[in-house]
């Protein structure tokens, strides 16, 4: 996705987007919602000389791109692959057995 082309948004359960006091939408972007606030953390603050405010939208499309860089990223994150030994409390592989005291490690 290049600064040139327009993000062109994916669903989610919950949006918000930063509009005019007194207004629901703008033809600013959406965010995903993540407990009240932008997934991307953009702050609330005025915008050319008006008073913005965060407006919850519920179910829609988010078209904020570092919004969409953020889930693309956390979906294609390595997924960790380990346990902790009841005996020593080493984080250990997947193996089966402890790879710091030999246990077995379920």
């Known amino acids: 996705m290049s600064a040139s082309t327009p993000h062109r948004g994916y669903p989610a359960s ?8 007194g207004h629901t939408s703008s033809g600013l972007v959406v ?14 603050r005025p915008w050319n000389g008006i008073e913005m405010v965060l407006v919850e939208q519920g179910r829609g499309i988010v078209t904020c ?3 969409a860089r953020i ?3 956390a979906e294609h994150a390595p997924v960790t692959r380990s346990r902790i030994c009841p005996t020593c409390t ?8 402890c790879d710091n005291c030999d246990e077995q490690v379920f």
Do not use: A, D, R
């Not at 080493?90 to 057995?97: A, D, H, I, Q, Y």
């Open 31 to 44: 965010h995903e919602s993540e407990g009240g606030s932008p997934l991307c953390n953009t702050p609330v």
């Open 65 to 67: 791109g570092s919004c």
């Open 90 to 97: 080493f984080e250990t592989s997947l193996s089966g057995w």
């Open 71 to 73: 889930v693309h990223e």
């Open 14 to 21: 919950e949006t918000c987007q930063i509009v005019e006091v």
